[in-house]
């Protein structure tokens, strides 16, 4: 199983420290698991054009690769102007309508405020939705205060993001054997 | 029909369409030579001749897995190897060539071939020829739009006086040699969405439409707005005819045709677009209104002549080898159009 976190901001480091929680997370409990994460914030992703996702070159083209190539995607996003970043929202652009069939997406989201809880709800999943993802439903959502130099201070948080890592992989599997048993079913 | 060479008092035509893919056969990882794969679709074409069908095109695409980037050139040789099929290309990317130079080779084509060449012009689905050739990718639409028009100017009258943006004026410059009968049939590739054929029908002009799978039910919408568009610019929609391409494999049932076509399918897309073919989809290829072709020859008769009596289309054309098919099962899929599908196919659609 390949998993990707994908840490969708420039900006800040909250996102960032709370994507490698949960990279650390998954490899403490599933050390068998190859996971990669890519921060947006260390890649120079030009805008999408239009063309076929392996037509990018260098960092566009390893990151819409890397992603193209997963079972599982984590999304750690923060919240810009009630909404997802540019720089997220363009991987999506890069990537073609299909890309996230047979693939689990799951998701962490930090905010400056409480009151952007339903961003996820309004803005990211119907994207996902739309590019045929098996969505884990519960997200993580963390606010400023669970923040504290670059730490995680808030317990709850700590214990929701392992049960995120364990909810993707879960599901993963999950999906990956009824898809199995299902195409094992068409005998050809 | 007669202007583009077309008889409905034979049926409907068949024809075979290759773009020219040059992959590894998916079962044992080996790829043949691309001398090989260019031989074996010269042969292809022969044998398709010989069988009777009615028609044999080949692809343009400009990226890694392809062997046919110079398809004028094969289809020369395949002019050259065959009697009486048609030839012709699927298509020519007008968008990043120069019309004259297009329709200089394809008239040839026409005269070497003795009046069977036509020309099918598309956009391109990958844009890698873009770079390649030196075009911008940011005038996709108008370099096609503009170079399209230069062609069949250049089609329909044999001193053209025309300028535009992407190429230098012509002034009474005469494009020859001119085609055996003066002139060629050039058809418009569609993909999938009513937008792309709407524009076909503005123009008037025959319209090859692509697909991959899906009920048959939604490609009548496309070839519904075709034909409203033609006759909103006054064209007469009996004199237009269309083309329907898409991905054909018979077998001694549908379940073995499935199991022999999949993986080739799926690992050539793979490679070429970077995504499989779902096997949920694939699967439902199967189904009597699928757009797919795939099942034994009783069926296949059965599904082509549903997607006649729900297109009144003139032109089926079916793509086999995709994915490093090996040659021995083109061959058997020939015979088999050759002995069972075409006759039933010409009996049912004749018209008086």
């Known amino acids: 199983m390949k998993i990707v976190g994908l840490s969708g901001s420039k900006v800040g480091s909250k996102t960032r420290t709370a994507m490698d929680y949960t990279v650390k997370a998954l490899k403490e409990k599933y050390p068998d698991i190859e996971v990669t994460l890519i921060d947006l914030a260390e890649y120079d992703v030009q805008f999408s054009d239009g063309r076929n996702f392996r037509e990018y070159e260098g960092d566009t083209k390893y990151v819409a690769e890397t992603l193209m190539d997963a079972d599982a995607i984590i999304i ?37 405020s409480p009151k952007h809880y339903l961003m996820v709800e309004q803005q990211l999943k119907p994207v996902l939705a739309y590019m045929k993802a098996q969505m884990v439903q519960t997200f993580v959502f963390i606010e400023e205060e669970d923040f504290y130099r670059k730490q995680i201070v808030n317990d709850d948080v700590i214990f929701r993001i392992e049960r995120l890592a364990e909810d993707t992989v879960v599901l993963t599997d999950t999906f990956t054997k009824i898809r199995e048993a299902k195409e094992a079913e068409y005998d050809f | 029909m007669e202007k583009y ?97 297009v329709y200089e080779n394809f008239a040839t084509l026409d005269l070497i ?117 033609a006759r909103s610019r006054g064209f007469d929609t009996a004199e237009l005819p269309v083309a329907t391409a898409g991905f054909f494999y018979v077998a001694d049932s549908s379940q073995q045709a499935l199991r022999d076509m999949y993986p080739f399918i799926n690992e050539g897309m793979k490679k070429t677009n970077g995504q499989g073919f779902p096997k949920q989809h694939f699967a439902q290829g199967a189904d009597p209104h699928n757009i797919m072709n795939i099942g034994s020859p009783q069926e296949i008769i059965e599904k082509i002549l549903y997607q006649h009596e729900l297109f009144g289309h003139q032109r089926y054309i079916a793509q086999i080898d995709f994915g490093g098919m090996p040659f021995d099962k083109l061959q058997k899929n020939i015979e088999l159009i050759g002995t069972e599908i075409l006759p039933a196919i010409k009996k049912y659609t004749a018209k008086d």
Do not use: C
Request: charged share 20%.
């Open chain 2, 113 to 229: 071939s003795k009046g069977r060449a036509e020309l099918i012009a598309g956009r391109a689905s990958r844009v890698g020829l873009f770079d390649l050739l030196g075009y911008n990718i940011r005038d996709y639409e108008e370099l096609f739009e503009e170079k399209f028009d230069l062609l069949r100017q250049i089609n329909e009258q044999e001193i053209v006086n025309w300028s535009g943006e992407f190429r230098a004026p012509l002034k009474d410059a005469q494009v020859l040699p001119r085609p055996q009968s003066g002139s060629l049939p050039i058809w418009r590739a569609v993909g999938g969405s009513p937008a792309s054929a709407i524009k076909a029908g503005y123009a008037g002009v025959p319209m090859f439409l692509a697909h991959l799978g899906g009920p048959a039910t939604v490609f009548k919408r496309s070839i519904d707005a075709y034909r409203d568009a």
């Open chain 2, 5 to 101: 060479r077309i008889d409905q008092s034979k049926g409907m035509e068949f024809g075979i369409y290759t773009l020219g893919d040059h992959l590894p056969n998916p079962l044992t990882g080996e790829r043949i030579s691309a001398e090989q794969r260019v031989h074996e679709i010269i042969e292809y074409a022969k044998l398709a001749d010989q069988a009777g069908i009615d028609f044999f095109s080949v692809g343009e695409s400009h990226q890694e897995y392809f062997a046919t980037q110079a398809h004028a050139v094969v289809l020369s040789a395949i002019a050259q190897a065959t009697e009486k099929i048609k030839i012709a290309s699927s298509s020519t990317i007008i968008s990043t060539s120069d019309p004259v130079r």
């Open chain 1, 76 to 112: 750690g996003t923060p919240v810009f102007q009630a909404s997802i970043p540019a720089t997220l929202k363009n991987v999506f652009d890069l990537l073609p309508v299909n890309a996230f069939r047979d693939k689990v997406v799951s998701m962490l989201v930090t905010a400056g």
